[in-house]
């Protein structure tokens, strides 16, 4: 390149800058990498072709926790970004923020977009909203937990493939048949806690903490040692004792064990079923959690997890609308269904599962619809709704820590769930300090 | 030390002017953050330090009425201890043999330096793959012998995987140092043994390890200080202090508490106890260590 086509084109840059200047830009921080990164960068794509006045730039920072970090240290530096993704056990932690955080049913009320809390799901919506029903964050990528079998592996075990257990009963007594008939890894479970502690209270409509499991104040106190929790926690130990439980870690690591075959049941995220489609040798099905049938009233229903997206506060009011007007468009159904499809995440409007199944999506994709079903299973109730606990990044890690401890071997479920609950507690007491006033 | 050459300058304000760059960089990379850790450890605040209170010594009393603070300590001061004798003795092992190596010795000293410029977190990234379960090389292996490794759930191995991971990182440190100080060892010292009829090993014994002495007692105080402060990344990348608490070492829940859990407080305290325990372990070596040191 000569010097004066260098200059022609530093001088063509300089102006399209300004021409882009012109548009005001939303910065929105994500934790979506690989391909669901792709996907969310196409929705903010199509936004900024579908309108001339506003450009939403989305930046990658890391992990959830990484990016919220992220995020607080520039709002302290007084840079955040206009629309932060925070996953659900952030969600006390900004709620708490207020001031450094606008509701998002005020922002759209302030722009006027049409906003209606009740075009989402009931375990969507109740996760998100202050006690009177106010949408707080603006519900993005939702997620549950789901049960997966290996079709092929019950075959060989004699087990009917069609068939998934139910009931922890059942499930026990399909684990021990496929143990007998050599499969080396019979079971593993992603997010432990928040499979079996979090979903499994909801699933069994008892509570995770007091006060609505902390969605109704601060003052609220674990109550994972419940007779029932114990009871669950123990059936963990002891299958881990009799090899019918192999551990993987508290993130999603076992969810590419079941991939690959290695182990022949998984509970995790609904989000893994891309990734098993894509690798899976073998028939795999999708199915309900399985739940004690000795507990009256259960299965109720499951709750979410994945994130949020929050807008910071301290921005201009023309921002703001530009904000308003990308909540507006991610709500259409159309966008809604397109998220869903593209990545595995649970469809949170009913309008979006409505034109999901009437597209033919959820035939070409058994499974595909069991989250929701799930999720919809009864009305939720105070224990089911979701879940409100102040640092819970640090509460879920006490919660994790106990767990393993028994899956170990090393302390009796009894005693490492009053563990969990006195350290859950403590953390609970030192944000209700820090955020008194 | 009658060697030793004294330079005096002739200026009253040169001396100050040449120490003041080193002395910016300490007071604003060392002594600043080290007294906003102070002053944090003593504030109770929200996330977005909306609000902030004075709470005197809560936060270190929250600490020490947790158990599983305390324990910790037992967790830290065992992957302290296996991270700074195991990295010293093999890097001693290999700077020894490596000395003696006439061939090919500028190779083997290259390859052996080598680790020292990778990033902490990628040795962690890197050993987890090595020995990550079910898909690991030396999982695979392990098996084939009828072990079952999985440091996810057992907290022996876990120890053990971050130990390597550790040591492995900072062997080429300590293998520079030894080496320098090999070399440094007049050949004609244990020529002159080894004509008086002393072996390899008594040679080493009486005449080489004396003489490195110096040399082992900076590489204690730096693998200490190492393993105390530069592992965090290793086990983030690695076991994230599990399985249950078994590789929680101090730094690493610092580094939890405070960055992804956003405690400030709680955070701020743990490193102040930290930087009390590193000065007071560093005093304690140079007053009672020291002394057997031969210079």
Known sequence: MTRKSLLAAFIAAAFTATGAQAQTEIQWWHSMGGALGDKLNELANKFNASQTAYKVVPSYKGSYPESMTNAIAAYRAGNAPHILQV????????????????????LMKDADEPFDPKVYIGPVSGYYSDSKGNMLSFPF???????????????????????????????????????SAGQGCVYTTGWPAWMHIENFSAWHNVPIGTKENGMGGMDTEFKVNSP???????????????????????????????????CAMLTSSTGAQANIRRTAKFEWSVNMIPYHDDVKGAPQNSIIGGASLWVMGGKTANAYKGVAKFFAFLSKPEIQMEWHTGTGYVPITMAAYDLTRKSGFYDKNPGADIAVKQLMNKPPTANSKGLRFGNYVQGREVIEEEIEAVIMGKKDA????????????EILRKFQAANKG | MAMEKRVVFKSAWLPYVLLLPQLTITALFFFWPAAQAVYFSFQLQDAFGMTSQFVWFQNYVDLFKDSHYVSSFKVTAFFSVMVATCGILISLML?????????GALAYKTFLIWPYAVAPAIAGVLWAFIFAPSIGIVTYFLKQFGIDWNWIINSEQAMLLVVIASVWKQISYNFLFFLAGLQSIPKSLIEAAAIDGAGPFRRFWTIVFPLLSPTTFFLLVMNIIYSFFDTFGVIDATTQGGPGDATKILVYKV???????????????????????VITLTV????????????
């Open chain 1, 87 to 106: 996953f659900e056990v952030g969600t006390a932690t900004m709620m708490a923020g207020k001031g450094a955080v606008v509701p998002v049913y005020k």
């Open chain 1, 141 to 179: 990528n939702s997620s549950t937990v789901v049960f997966y079998i290996n079709k092929d592996a019950y075959k060989k075990a004699g087990l009917d493939p069609a068939k998934a257990p139910k009931t922890w009963k059942e499930f026990i007594a399909a684990a021990e048949k496929l143990k």
């Open chain 1, 228 to 262: 029932l929790h114990v009871k669950h926690i123990a059936m963990l130990g002891d299958m881990a004792k009799k090899g019918l439980l192999t551990y993987a870690g508290r993130t999603n690591q076992a969810e590419a064990k079941f991939a690959s075959g290695e």
């Open chain 1, 414 to 425: 009894q005693k490492a769930m009053d563990e969990a609950v006195r350290r859950g507690n």
């Open chain 2, 95 to 103: 700077a020894t043999m490596a000395d003696s190596v006439v061939r």
């Open chain 2, 255 to 277: 580094y939890y508490d405070g960055v992804k859990a956003a405690d400030l407080g709680g955070s701020s305290a743990q490193s102040v106890i930290l930087m009390a325990i």
């Open chain 2, 284 to 295: 304690i070596q140079f007053r009672y260590i020291e002394r057997r040191v031969q210079y």
